[in-house]
């Protein structure tokens, strides 16, 4: 028999990244939040890579810091090293990488739940949905526990129905060997949610002790590092480099004669893995013209032996796993402390979901993370806090907070994850945002911190910070525009050294910070700015100087973009009654039911003809609305 153990506001189901960004989220917007976890000591476990960020992922953490989250400010509290990439390219696509003190990062994120206000943190197993006339109501644990609350956010990860797969042998498990989430499943599919089944994977961990680094290449971090939050000040702790080494011969050998122990190849796999991300069997396989691969080395902590294996992900038999390890140099002898291998799980086909987060068959009912077809932490985490803020604002009586495709890669990934759904663990890539160009690393604050303060999650005082930057650098680009450099020794000087045309006549210093081969620091000295301005403020100068007529573009795209936004899509569409549109199209729009033309024009299989006829026929429909009102 159940029993009432309490009442809430919002309740979350899982203390992974995407749990804790939403509990947080909810709490610090004033909302009396349950979050709930299987077990305690795994809030915000790391069970794969133990680092942060990358190419679009590290862009997704800068916007959760923007919009007041805390996934930035934990890493760069437990970073062990920390690095830029993709440097040699356009700031569109520079990318903050921090490797993790995994425990640390642990740890720090589970005492920060425990010191917010409005935070109840247990331990226990949701089994059921409580769900009345369409309403989800609360939820019921293992041990009969009811707890009622006026919003509910899943967020399970990889732990539904999780099956861990090693070769021959398979069971039913979460990661690293938690217990499985096996009844929450069923409650959902008994309340019509559509479920699939995915697949991903974890490499081997080794002893450190057992590597021999002498047949490695070191990968050290950056010597001025950058930081994921707006809010942290430099710091000079020591950096903890990675290793690099490639697979052999022997290693694709090896894969190759025991394939048919492979469980991705013998049948025993039935989920859908990462393309992104596939293993190392899978890499093998699929481009068998590359002669080797690459494996990073990389440190889990200060205070551990372990490392992972990064790039030798893998749900071979323990054995082959070994064999393989041992014929990568620098590997020979090591040690395996840890297997890797496959997990299966079931989770929720994204189109089932409005773009606020919230399930369409249950009201009050919101998903987040990996359970959405997501791969990543940072994935996770960017769904989470618009979860926690969608379910925060429903209790409220608020309207949801929907981010379009231009303001973030938040946006991005939900509105792919809505409208298109996914046949495979889906991974953010910068390649998916039409507006990278706007949506870079260094102003996610630009894009998201109003928001952020609007709803309640960034503080008065950061928000005044914020603001005070953004005068700064529009009085920099502005005294630039205005400021003249004139063809004297000491500019001629400085334009030589940057083999760059000397001057003829006097230019202003915005017109010359245009040149490629110009930076901000050469405009400096020829100038020096009477603005105290931070690093972080120059190379906002520097970039929005060099890319205006890009941005520009991009922001008349974006306003076209906008006006097919605005043109929303009544809840009572009937789509059969739309003459003259496709069999497909009518099929997709009745399944997915866009909320706006703008999210109708990206659904698979909707055409440009299709959303003409769907223009005429709302005119028609809101001229007869408008008749009877």
């Given amino acids: ?35 709930l976890t299987i077990n305690l000591d795994m809030v915000a476990f790391m069970p794969c890579n133990p680092s942060i960020g990358g190419p679009a992922k590290g862009h997704v953490v800068r916007e959760i810091d923007a919009l007041g989250g805390e996934m930035g400010r934990n890493i760069d509290r437990t970073y062990i090293q920390m ?10 696509v520079h990318a903050l ?21 409005n935070m109840s943190l247990r331990q226990g197993m949701v089994e059921d949905l409580i769900v009345e006339d369409g309403v989800c109501k609360g939820v019921v644990t293992k041990t009969g ?18 099956k861990v797969i090693m070769g021959e042998l398979m069971y039913e498990s979460g990661p690293n060997n938690q217990q499985p989430s096996v009844k929450l499943s069923e409650s959902l599919r008994k309340l019509g949610f559509e479920l699939v089944r995915f ?15 002498d047949k490695t290449v070191i990968q050290p971090g950056d010597e001025d590092p950058k930081f994921f939050s707006f809010e942290t000040k430099s710091d000079d702790r020591e950096q903890i480099p990675c290793w690099l080494t490639y697979t052999s011969e022997d290693t694709h050998e090896i894969i190759s004669s025991n394939l048919h122990r492979a469980p991705m190849f013998s049948g025993a796999i039935e989920g859908t893995g ?37 790039g030798l992900s893998t749900s071979m038999p323990e054995d082959v796993q070994l064999s393989i390890l041992r014929s990568i140099p620098g590997l020979e002898k090591v040690e395996m402390m840890r297997t890797g291998y496959a997990i299966e799980y079931d989770a929720v086909v994204p189109t089932q979901l409005k773009p606020s987060l919230e399930t369409k068959l249950v009201d009050g009912l919101f998903t987040a993370g990996q359970i959405n077809g997501t791969s990543g932490y940072e994935e996770a985490a960017g769904q989470g806090i618009m979860a926690g803020i969608n379910a925060a604002r429903k209790v409220q009586g608020k309207e949801p907070v929907v981010l379009d495709r231009s303001e973030g890669y938040i946006g991005v990934l939900i509105d792919d994850l809505v409208t298109k759904g996914t046949s495979e663990p889906y991974r953010l890539l910068t390649s998916r945002a039409e507006y990278r160009l706007l949506l870079r690393h260094d102003n996610a604050d630009l894009r998201l911190t109003p928001i952020g303060h609007e709803i309640g999650l960034i503080s008065d005082e950061r928000y005044q910070n914020f603001l005070a930057k953004k005068s700064l650098v529009e009085q920099e680009i502005d005294r630039l525009s205005h400021t003249k450099a004139r063809p004297d020794a000491e500019v001629q000087a400085i334009l030589a050294e940057a083999d760059s045309v000397v001057l003829t006549n006097a230019f202003d210093l915005l017109t010359l910070l245009r040149r490629p081969e110009l930076q901000y620091s050469h405009i ?51 789509y059969d009654q739309v003459h003259g549109i496709a069999t497909e199209a009518r099929q997709k729009l009745t399944k997915i039911r866009p909320i706006s033309i703008g999210q109708a024009s990206r659904i698979s299989g909707v055409s440009p003809a299709d959303i003409s006829i769907l223009l005429v026929y709302l005119e028609h429909y809101n001229r007869v609305v408008a008749a009877r009102g």
Avoid: W
């Avoid at 028999?1 to 909810?26: F, N, R, T």
């Avoid at 697949?199 to 680094?213: A, C, E, L, N, Y």
């Fill in 1 to 35: 028999m159940g029993y009432k153990a309490g009442e809430y506001d919002v309740i979350v189901i899982g203390a992974g990244h995407a749990g804790c960004e939403s509990a947080l989220a909810a709490a610090r917007m004033g909302c009396n939040t349950l979050l």
């Fill in 83 to 92: 690095r830029m990439l993709n440097t040699g390219k356009g700031p569109a």
């Fill in 97 to 117: 990488r921090a490797q993790a003190d995994k425990f640390l990062y642990q740890h720090t994120m589970k005492e920060t739940i425990e010191k917010t206000p």
């Fill in 145 to 162: 526990a009811e707890y009622y609350g006026k919003a509910v956010v899943v967020t399970t990860g990889t732990y539904l129905r999780g």
């Fill in 199 to 213: 697949k991903t994977g974890t490499p081997p961990r080794v002893h450190k002790d057992s590597i021999d680094f």
């Fill in 274 to 310: 990462p393309r992104y991300c596939p293993s190392i069997e899978d890499k093998i396989v699929r481009f068998a013209d590359k002669p080797k691969h690459q494996i990073f080395l990389e440190p889990e902590g200060r205070n551990t032996a372990e490392y992972y294996v990064q």
């Fill in 524 to 574: 400096e000295r020829m100038s020096p700015s009477p603005f105290e301005l931070t690093d972080e403020m120059k190379e906002q100068v520097e970039i929005q100087i060099k890319y205006a007529g890009y941005i520009e573009k991009q922001l008349i795209q974006v306003e076209r973009l906008r006006k097919m936004e605005k043109k929303k899509i009544p809840d009572d569409i009937v």
